[in-house]
């Protein structure tokens, strides 16, 4: 039994406290054993580090850093690392247990990990977020490995911060070990196809929820909310499929226009002045104005916790695709479902990036690696899998596509369980 004291250090988190609440849903629809419900509620292992960085004038400071591995019932765990201010071990622990339910659902051997230091990656230097990456994986290093815990680019990290993590693994172990983390640059062992995976696999979930509600994406109006590599790649894809995209935003803010955007030239924009705000053409908007926007698909892509039970009432899309993890909380899942407005879980709409990063892992174990367009085609093949298992469940038991994704993995982990017993 987790004791009562970091009990309260996890539940202090929202996040956190809405993960519970959806296993604690799950877990009553399909009478989950009570020993593997509590187990399931808190992580296996948690880790909180110190790093200590040295700053380019010359001072140390020191952030605090976590990895967190919620179970490993189904195999080693996989899970991103994130730099924000706003990390914390809770939010952590809510993110490791969706990595868990995501996995499962994907039918990948493995269980959720999430990591993470509390930072402002965009006020240090190149060279500082180095030493800090590096000191970081140093700290971790006895919970990471291709067959122990492999982890992935998320908020606030890139392909280049998974070559220094892999590259400091590296030189601990004495040669280089590509399986230790994914999402890595293509020279340095990464896939083909890896940085556009959250982003495609957002758009095949999308192409069949829109077949389903007889939706024609051609011209059919589009919501992106975080214009950062899962929202961008999004609205690329949708853009090319024929999609009007009237509204975008970053962290600085958002633009609207109803005629549509050319999303080609706002990327060039975006790389000049490294935000959608002022784009030429476009009438400026907050980001909580942007996801009331009149569309037919909006995409939140940003951060958790996004839709609430405060503006849930005001979307007006048609269908929510999840590019986000947790955007949208239990309060306004409810008020959505009333309102008939499709909600595509971030675990089955955001999947592509674990998948090809299983797809990496599998490569770098073998030194062996396939052509992009081989690597599109497993990953459209998997999520329509899980698409359809997702909306099967959903028409045999009358409930949410939420539910019915968190049904089909919490049922799967619990099964993991229940067959390799109980040790000791």
């Known amino acids: 039994m987790v004791g009562s004291e970091s009990k309260l250090q996890f539940e202090s988190s929202e996040m956190y406290r809405n993960a519970v609440e959806q296993l604690g849903g799950v877990a009553k629809r399909i009478n989950l054993d009570a020993g593997i419900h509590e187990r399931l509620r808190f992580p296996r292992r ?8 040295l700053m380019d004038d010359g001072r140390t400071e020191v952030f605090v850093g976590y990895r967190v591995h919620h179970n490993t019932v189904l195999g080693p765990t996989k899970g991103g690392i994130r730099y924000h201010p706003e990390v914390s071990l809770g939010e952590v622990t809510a993110l490791a247990m969706l990595m868990s339910w995501k996995c499962a ?23 500082e977020l180095e030493r800090m990456t590096r000191r970081y994986t140093a700290e971790v290093m006895l919970l990471i490995g291709p067959d122990l815990d492999i982890p992935a680019p998320d908020l606030g990290t890139n392909e280049q911060t998974m070559a220094w993590i892999m590259d ?44 389903d509600l007889g939706l024609d994406l051609k011209g059919a109006r589009v919501v992106v909310q975080g214009f950062g590599n899962v929202g961008s790649v999004a609205a690329r894809l949708l853009w090319r499929e024929g999609c009007l995209v009237v509204g975008v935003s970053d962290a600085r803010g958002g633009i609207g226009n109803p005629q549509g955007i050319d999303i080609r030239e706002l990327t060039n924009f975006m790389k000049q002045s490294g935000t959608v705000v002022g784009f030429p053409g476009a009438e400026p ?21 996004q839709i609430t039970v405060h503006n849930a009432d005001r979307i007006k899309a048609r269908i929510v695709a999840e590019g986000a993890n947790g955007p949208t909380t239990p309060e306004a899942d ?31 174990l073998q030194y062996y690696f396939w052509r992009e367009s081989e690597i599109n085609t497993r990953l459209q093949e998997l999520i ?9 469940v959903s028409k045999r038991e009358s409930v949410n596509l939420r539910m019915a994704a968190l049904t089909l993995a919490v049922r799967r982990v619990a099964e993991g369980f229940q067959l390799r017993g109980f040790y000791p």
């Open 168 to 211: 400091t693994y590296a030189m601990t172990q004495g040669r280089t070990v590509p399986g230790v983390v994914t999402g890595k640059p293509l020279l340095v062992g990464g896939s083909a196809g890896r940085r556009d995976a959250t982003g495609r696999g957002l758009v095949y979930a999308l192409g069949q929820a829109a077949r």
């Open 46 to 53: 948690a880790l909180v580090v110190s790093v200590p960085t």
């Open 105 to 127: 659902l994907m039918g990948l051997p493995y269980g959720g990990a999430k990591g993470g230091v509390a930072c402002t990656p965009g006020a240090m230097s190149p060279r």
């Open 285 to 305: 908007i907050s980001n909580a104005a942007l996801l009331e926007l009149p569309c037919d698909i909006l995409v939140p892509a940003a951060i958790g916790g």
């Open 334 to 364: 409810d008020i959505l479902a009333e309102r008939g407005v499709l909600v595509i879980p971030d675990i089955l709409a955001n999947a592509g990036g674990v998948v090809v990063s299983y797809f990496e892992w599998v490569q770098g």
């Open 384 to 392: 329509i899998r899980a698409y359809n298992q997702v909306t099967a």
